[in-house]
């Protein structure tokens, strides 16, 4: 069985500080791993995913995630906040196994408030 | 390019009450359908997936039931509400190909309120 952990309910950041946003993960195959964004009451946006290669991913809107194997994770991060990047982040995991169902395993969220 | 549209975007509804629930994607064929709950604004809840016309799977047993009737539709439904229904419910595809690391798109959602 595949899960997600956000360890942080909120992040607090100031803008123009740099942000990180917590996600470790465990699966019995390879990870295939995802970032979403929700703003209220909408639905989920793609941020950014990895699947192989490079650790360091580049995605949308600024932000970058690092995978790390060896820690089972993939922290979300983004060099100089901004207010508008506050809203409800969510960590996701596919297992490489999973060819038919494709489903996302998803973490609790993490709310992230960027005061200006 | 690919769109998914859901209606009603926000519904209330007494209790015992039916439900129809609308997810339609333009743009891509042949896609795997999914249907989330999101309760109090938090963690996702994968309540039915599907692969194909009439192939729906069920993750967790409840109140509720999927249909998928043409290629890009995907109804939610239920013949009598319960309080706990309430929540936002999002419906989302993936491109069904032989590679499974395609990205999940999601609706912009219902709010489902059951009073």
């Known amino acids: 069985a595949q899960s997600v952990a956000q360890p942080e309910d909120q992040v607090n950041v100031a803008e123009g500080n740099p942000l990180t946003v917590k996600c470790t993960y465990s699966?019995?195959?390879?990870?295939?791993l995802f970032w979403y964004v929700q703003y209220p009451n909408r639905g989920l946006q793609f941020l950014l995913k990895?699947?192989?290669?490079?650790?360091l991913v580049k995605g949308s809107y600024g932000f970058e995630a690092e995978f790390n194997k060896s820690q089972t994770s993939f922290h979300l991060k983004k060099p100089s906040a901004l207010v508008s990047d506050s809203a409800l982040y969510f960590c996701?995991?596919?297992?490489?196994?999973?060819?038919?169902?494709?489903?996302?395993?998803f973490g609790s969220g993490t709310r992230l408030q960027v005061q200006p | 390019s690919q769109t998914i549209h859901q209606w009603p975007a926000t519904l209330v509804q007494p209790v015992g009450s039916p439900l129809s629930l609308e997810c339609t994607v333009e743009?891509?064929?042949?896609?795997?359908l999914y249907w989330y709950r999101q309760a109090a604004g938090r963690g996702l809840q994968l309540l039915f997936y599907?692969?194909?016309?009439?192939?729906i799977s069920s993750e967790v047993p409840q109140n509720l039931s999927a249909s998928r009737p043409q290629d890009r539709q995907f109804i939610l439904s239920s013949k009598k509400l319960l309080l706990s229904d309430s929540g936002f419910y999002l419906c989302?595809?993936?491109?069904?190909?032989?590679?499974?690391?395609?990205?999940?798109?999601f609706g912009p959602g219902t709010r489902l309120t059951v009073l």
């Open positions: 996701a995991v596919r297992d490489f196994y999973d060819t038919g169902r494709r489903a996302l395993t």
């Open positions: 990895y699947i192989t290669g490079d650790n």
């Open positions: 599907s692969v194909g016309i009439g192939q």
């Open positions: 743009g891509t064929s042949n896609p795997n």
């Open positions: 699966v019995s195959g390879n990870p295939y």
């Open positions: 989302a595809w993936t491109r069904r190909s032989v590679f499974s690391t395609d990205t999940q798109y």
